[in-house]
């Protein structure tokens, strides 16, 4: 069977690497990724260029596609593959609103009465977000309502101030249309710990992965900007340290439940959703979801993974998706940056990687946001390499992760402290406090 993996980073790579004992490989990406590009036929290009990727699936002969990243589901990747016979582990533009829609996500929660729910306003209009925020007794969270790369969510008592200054922001993100659309939305801060379940959807159905957690600031002690995720662990039960079965029960039960309104209100939803929850007082609420799988935490479940990623594929194609087998593992991925990361300041410079140390050690690279040019890997302004490994406890995984960073060189960092015994402990001790509270 011929597989074209779609998109360019880490997250990529780890599919690669979950599918390349069991089928013919491909890969469409916009940078030459050094892991996918030893274990795959390629073709460089932009992925947001949907009709040069369906060029290449037919050219190709290609049977199925997995689509990496959300861009191309929100311009309609595989409808377009579809167009041309080639069926997608990814949502149609319809079912992919879940992520690039926030007013339709929102609104599916309310009409469908989906527990989970945080309250929400959609404003296009600079008067009802002055009266709205004036009234509001909680701190909010501003969201622009399309995709924005990650990089629109602002948080009142983070980047934020308070809610005056929240007003100032929304009329921003609504007067120069962020993520495309001429609204903004306001919704409730929810307060606890955050943490990711991802699922396998055949439109009617799903099969959830293990939860994760992972550690979106730049810099130790979770100070810093907000990024794209500095690294991720997940458990040796599925669960977190933080997490019971009963909270975890109650986020697929959120997760069945969307996926139902999805099909009812717009198509079947066939691919990876992603679910980013937090952890409150009153049980898991739903933050965002995303229309594919998380980078980092891919490279947490991914690894672990018992039936063959290939057979998943074809379930969530043809439908009659069952249980997903995954190993009884600990999982630890610690991302090395450039440094300055998330400004550019070192970007487009060689960067050291002993990768047969870090096999030795137990360890995997995957290979992120770097390019391969004369058999020497680039940095590029994004996140440079995933490192992980697959321990018995978080701890033994930790220590795994930790020691191969060290086989990185260059001028890049990595958050020491992910998945560190005190870092757990640290958010063990948050949540108690806030079911105390
Ligand atoms: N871990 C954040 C994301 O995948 O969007």
Do not use: W
């Not at 596609?65 to 069926?87: F, Q, S």
């Not at 009802?128 to 990089?151: A, H, Q, R």
Request: with cysteine.
């Amino acid at each position: 069977m011929k597989v074209l993996v779609v998109g360019t980073g880490a997250r990529e790579h780890a599919i690669c690497e979950s599918l390349k004992d069991d089928v013919e490989l491909y890969s469409y990406m916009a940078n030459v990724n050094p892991g996918i590009s030893r274990i795959a036929k390629y073709k460089q290009g932009n992925e947001g260029e949907i009709a040069k990727v369906a060029k290449f699936a037919s050219e190709n002969n290609i049977d199925i596609a997995v689509i990496g990243p959300e861009a191309p589901l929100g311009k309609g990747i595989v409808d377009e593959l579809e167009k041309i016979g080639v069926p997608s582990v990814g949502p149609n533009i319809e079912a992919a609103k879940i992520e690039t829609d926030k007013s339709f996500m929102r609104n599916l929660f309310l009409d469908y009465k989906i527990p989970g729910q945080l309250d929400f306003e959609v404003f296009d209009n600079y008067e009802d977000i002055s009266n709205f925020l004036d009234s509001y007794e909680k701190d909010v969270v501003v969201k622009p309502v399309g995709l924005t790369g990650g990089k629109g969510v602002k948080i009142v008592g983070d980047q934020l101030k308070d809610n005056q200054e929240a007003k100032l922001y929304a009329k921003e993100v609504m007067d120069n249309a962020m993520g495309g659309f001429a609204q903004v939305i306001i919704e409730e801060k929810a307060i606890g710990e955050e943490f990711t379940i991802q699922a396998f959807c055949d439109g009617e159905n799903l099969a959830p992965m293990p939860a994760c957690q992972d550690h979106p600031h730049a810099f130790e002690g979770d100070q810093g900007p907000i990024t794209g995720g500095m690294g991720s662990y997940s458990d040796n039960d599925g669960l977190l340290p933080f997490l019971s079965q009963k909270d975890y029960n109650d986020s697929v039960a959120i997760m069945k439940k969307t996926l139902k309104a999805i099909k009812d209100k717009a198509s079947p939803y066939k691919g990876i959703l992603y679910g980013q929850f937090m952890l409150s007082k009153d049980g898991p609420k739903l933050i965002e979801y995303n229309a594919r799988f998380g980078d980092p935490e891919s490279m947490n479940v991914l690894p672990l993974l018992k039936t063959p990623m290939v057979e998943i594929c074809e379930a969530i194609i043809d439908g009659g998706i069952k249980k997903v087998e995954f190993e009884n593992k600990a999982s630890v991925c610690k991302y090395i940056v450039p440094d300055g990361y998330p400004e550019t300041k070192h970007s487009n410079e060689v960067i050291n990687i002993d990768e047969n140390k870090i096999n030795a050690l137990g360890g995997k690279v995957f290979y992120a946001a770097v390019n391969l040019k004369d058999e020497n890997v680039y940095t590029s302004s994004s996140r440079a390499l995933a490192i992980t490994a697959i321990g018995d406890t978080i701890e033994g995984a930790e220590k795994i992760a930790e020691d191969a960073c060290k086989h990185v060189t260059g001028n890049v960092y990595h958050r020491k402290d992910v998945a560190t015994k005190e870092i757990i402990e640290k958010r063990i001790n948050h949540m108690n406090d806030i079911l105390k509270s």
